[in-house]
């Protein structure tokens, strides 16, 4: 018995592939999906291959090959170039490894990375954990693994990579401002372990050193806080428009009207104006590392 590298059990015989089950009610995804599944049967009855026959060959199970197939189940990029190769599709079905790159995940997180990739300016505020588009690996494993009811480990591993996928924004040329700020409680408790907390302070220090990032933490000691409904992000666009999201504000809903995006942002700057300056919040975070 091995492990892949999700953390997925896979034995000396045929198994199913530690891939991704689709969404029944994400439509355009499982339309996406579903076309791979039938070139993939289309190129395996032409190579006169039976379902068992392509799954002895790759290593896996039958039962997974029609899953594919039948667009139930979402194929790792591997599977596609090693299905490529098993039936002499000379790169014409490993050339559809961008088309369920992004459907893999969950609808609403291909959304909003959408949204975050024509970002020119994203302004987030949380209090309970670190942001999303900050966590290290191993931060956001330990975050799914406390959701409940408990998450199977295939969805813990799919949400862990959607959402380091999102960090492709600290990529993208040129590139968007970003200004994050932290509650001092999310910097001290030790979600996954103190290891998995240090790391994470380690690599706020590494990501604050980015020009285009600020990065910002809201003292405990405060006797006033903007912040206090909750959550708040905000996207804007080179358009002039732009989206935001807040806990504490119209149903929780994204919001893009121009009036109610007006008072997200201005809370973000009371939140951004109360909590330690960009120089002052480094310190901080070097000290809680240092006693961590």
């Not at 990579?161 to 030790?190: D, H, K, N, Y």
Request: hydrophobic share 40%; with cysteine.
């Amino acid at each position: 018995m091995s492990m892949v590298d999700d953390g997925t059990e896979r034995g000396n015989e045929a198994v199913d592939e530690p891939g991704w089950e689709v969404d029944p009610n994400d439509e355009s995804g499982a339309a996406v999906v579903a076309a791979v599944g039938r070139q993939i049967k289309t190129w395996r009855e032409a190579a006169g291959l039976r379902a068992g026959e392509l799954g002895s060959m790759l290593g896996y199970g039958e039962d997974l090959i029609y899953k594919v197939e039948g667009g139930s189940r979402i194929p790792r990029p591997e599977f596609m170039d090693a299905v490529d190769v098993a039936v002499g599709a000379g790169g014409k079905l490993a050339a559809m490894k961008p088309d369920i790159s992004e459907v893999r995940y969950p609808k609403k997180i291909r959304e909003l990375a959408k949204l975050e990739a024509a970002a020119v300016e994203v302004l987030a505020y949380g209090s309970s954990s670190v942001h999303g588009l900050l966590q290290t690996t191993e931060y956001a494993r330990a975050l799914f693994s406390m959701r409940q009811p408990a998450y199977p480990q295939e969805e813990i591993e799919r949400g862990v990579a959607a959402r380091m996928a999102r960090q492709a924004i600290f990529e993208r040329s040129p590139a968007p401002t970003l200004g994050f700020v932290l509650e001092e409680v999310v910097l001290r408790r030790p979600l996954g372990g103190k290891m998995v907390l240090r790391r994470q302070l380690e690599h706020l220090l590494l990501v604050g050193e980015l020009r285009n990032v600020t990065l910002q933490v809201m003292p405990m000691g405060l006797e006033e806080h903007a912040g206090i409904d909750g959550e708040i992000q905000v996207l804007k666009f080179k358009d002039g428009s732009a989206v935001g999201r807040s806990e504490g504000a119209f149903g929780g809903r994204p919001v893009s009207d121009p009036k109610q995006v007006r008072i997200l942002d201005l809370r973000c700057g009371m939140i951004r104006a109360q909590a330690l300056t960009p120089r002052e919040s480094t310190a901080f975070i070097e000290h809680v590392l240092g006693e961590t």
